[in-house]
C-alpha cells in the first residue's frame, strides 16, 4: 500500500505540473494589442477578444501526423510532411499549421469536434473551391485567421464564419466575388487578394462596401483599370501595385480620410488631379513606375513619397506645397525620383516648405530612349540639426530595448505585399 500511495502522490503532483503548464501560458503573445509604431510597413491586425485557456484531460491529444509542442499545447503543427488530406484535428487546437502539403480537399470530417480553433494557415496547398465542403469553415464560430493564399481556388470561398478578422487569398485564381461573397463578416480588418484574376467586373457590385470595419485591402496583381469602388471609410491601407488603372477619379478619397498608406506603382497613370491627395493621415505614397509628367499637391502629413520611373521633367513645389504655415509644417522627408527625365536638381525653395527632408534621391535620369542622364548628386542627404540628431538618438535608443519577439511582431505587421 505504500508504494501505491507514492504513485498516487507523484501523479497528482505531475497533473498539477501540467495544469499549471496551461494557465501560466500568455496567449496574448500569439495576440497581443497593436504595436506603438505608426509606420506604413508594419500594418498588422490582432482579435480584439481573448478567450480564456480551457483546461483539457491529460495527455492533451496529438494528431499521428503532426506535431504538438509541450510548450504550445494549444497549437498542430502539421506542415511541410507531403499530407494530401486533413488529419483529425483534437478538441482542443487553437491554432491549426498545414501549409507546405499536397492538400486538395477541406472535407468537415477532421473539423467534427472542433469549437475554439481561431487560425488556421492552409497556404501553399492544392486546394479548389468545389473541392471545400460547405459550410466547413463557417461553422468555425471563434476562427479569426485564414490563411489560403498560393492554392487554386477559382472563387471566393464563402461561407465563412462572422468571427473572421483576417483573410488571405493571395496566389490563387480567383476571378469574381458574388454579391453574397462577403456577407456576414462584419469583423474583417484586413483583406489579402493580391495575384489574383480580378478585374473591374469582378468589382462592379460593390463588394467591399459592406465591410465597416475593413482597414487593410490588397489588390495588387490583379487585371484592375479603375479604381475598386465603394470601399469603406475605415480603410487605412491600400495596394494596388501592378494593375492597368489610368485614372484616380476626383475626389476619390474624400470618403477614405483615414488612409495612411496608398501603393500604387506600376500602373498607367498619367495625370493625378491636383488635390487627389489631400489627406490628413497620409504617410507612404508610392506611385512608382507610371506615366506621371507633372507632380502634384502633396498633405503635409506625408513622410515618403515615391515617384520614380514616370516621365516627370520638373518638380514644380509650388503645385506640391502651395503655402507654408510654421504652425502646422509639412512632414515630408524622403523622395525617390530618379529614372524620370529631370535636368536639375529640385529647387531649394522646397527646403522652405519641407523643413525635415533629409533625403532626395535622383540616381539616373532618362533622356531620350538611349540615353540616360547622372545628375551631379545622384543622392542628396541634408545635414541634421542638433535637435534633429537628439531625436534620432533617442529612437534608437529606444529601438535598443525592443526584443527579438518585437521585431519579429513588426516584420509581420503589414503584410508581405506592403513590404
Known sequence: MGILSQLSIIHLLWAAMVICQHEDYDFGDEYDEEPDHEHPYYFNFHPSTQDEVPHFPIPVQCARECFCPPAFPLSMYCDHRKLTTIPNIPIHIQQLYLQNNDIEAVLAGPFTNVTILREINLSYNKIKFHMIDHGVFAKLSNLVQLHLQHNELEEFPFPLPSSLERLLLGFNKISRLPGDALEGLP??????????????????????????????????????????????????????????????????????????????????????????????????????????????????????LYIEDNDIEIINITLMCPSIDPMNTNQLTYIRVDQNKLTVPISTYAFFCFPHIRTIYYGEQNGNVNKSTQLRVPVFRRFLTPEEYDEIEDDHETNDHETEEDHETEDNYFHAYFQ
Not at 467586373?201 to 465591410?211: D, G, H, Q, R, V
Not at 488612409?259 to 497613370?269: F, K, P, Q
Not at 489627406?279 to 507612404?284: C, G, I, R, T
Request: some cysteine; proline content about 8%; aromatic content about 6%.
Open 187 to 304: 469583423n474583417i480588418t484586413m483583406l489579402d487578394l493580391c495575384n489574383n484574376l480580378l478585374d473591374d467586373s469582378a468589382l462592379k457590385e460593390k463588394p467591399f462596401s459592406i465591410l465597416k470595419n475593413l482597414m487593410q485591402i490588397n489588390l495588387c496583381n490583379n487585371r484592375l483599370q479603375t479604381m475598386p469602388p465603394d470601399l469603406p471609410p475605415s480603410l487605412m491601407y491600400l495596394s494596388l501595385e501592378n494593375n492597368s488603372i489610368s485614372y484616380i477619379p476626383e475626389n476619390y478619397f474624400s470618403r477614405l480620410p483615414k488612409i495612411i498608406a496608398l501603393r500604387m506603382s506600376h500602373n498607367s497613370l498619367q495625370n493625378i488631379p491636383h488635390n487627389a491627395f489631400k489627406l490628413s493621415n497620409l504617410l507612404e505614397l508610392n506611385l512608382g513606375h507610371n506615366k506621371l509628367k507633372q507632380v502634384f499637391y502633396i498633405p503635409r502629413s506625408l513622410q515618403h
